[in-house]
């Protein structure tokens, strides 16, 4: 069971906009501690999509963005695309634990 | 621009000890912070634990009184030891770079898988 809560699927069409929510508690997203997202291919490492709630890395399309409030995150992508198809995971530090924590991951899929 | 590569056995035997060198290219390891995580088939992520440069030691509290990092900066590379290993250890294992603080993993390797079986 992960410390930060993500549903474990969602999907949607092509070209439409989805949104993979991040849960956490007061120790650590609530604790005002960044959140980060990352995209994971099959076979292959994460990839930093998202870093400090809302900041994309140089290559990142401006499709995904993210956003945090209170105890949570989202990741947000417009315009799907059948290549988005990927899981995705968010991560942030817990202070109870004095350590980095991730969620659960979500794979989305592209209908 | 950095890159980092796993290595070490892919078999390790339930009760040994599972060893791992993630050598770091493209920048030296005496900056920065660097870390071990792994992702069980099929499941998440789960932060091991993280080195810096002055050999300090962060781990998660749920694998601490099993695991041991350390760090050669005559080599630029960094190690994990997980003692007592079972089959729940199996997993792809990466280690990845962070700036610092809550910093992002912004470079990762591209995993070792490690098995633990007789």
């Known amino acids: 069971q992960s410390v930060l809560t993500q549903p474990p699927s969602v999907s949607g069409a092509p070209g439409q906009r989805v949104t993979i929510s991040c849960t956490g508690s007061s120790s650590n997203i609530g604790a005002s501690y960044d959140v980060h997202w990352y995209r994971q291919l099959p076979g292959t490492a994460p990839r930093l999509l998202i870093f400090g709630n809302s900041n994309r890395p140089s290559g990142v399309p401006d499709r995904f963005s993210g956003s945090k409030s209170g105890t949570s995150a989202s990741l947000a992508i417009t315009g799907l695309q059948a290549e988005d198809e990927a899981d995705y995971y968010c991560?942030?530090?817990?202070?109870?634990?004095?350590?980095?924590?991730f969620g659960g991951g979500t794979k989305l899929t592209v209908l | 621009q950095v890159q980092l590569q796993e290595s070490g056995p892919g078999l390790v035997k339930p009760s040994e000890t599972l060893s791992l060198t993630c050598t770091v290219s493209?920048?030296?390891?005496?900056?920065?912070?660097w870390s071990w995580i792994r992702q069980p088939a099929g499941k998440g992520l789960e932060w091991i634990g993280r080195i810096y440069t002055t050999g300090r030691t962060n781990y998660n509290p749920s694998l601490k009184s099993r695991v041991t990092m350390s760090l050669d900066t005559s080599k630029n590379h960094f190690s994990l030891n997980l003692s007592s290993v079972t089959a729940a250890d199996t997993a792809v294992y990466f280690c990845?770079?962070?700036?610092?603080?809550?910093?992002?993993?912004?470079?990762w390797g591209q995993g070792a898988l490690v098995s633990v079986s007789s």
């Open positions: 990845a770079r962070d700036f610092g603080a809550a910093a992002p993993f912004d470079s």
């Open positions: 493209g920048d030296s390891i005496s900056s920065y912070y």
């Open positions: 991560q942030s530090y817990d202070s109870s634990l004095s350590g980095w924590v």
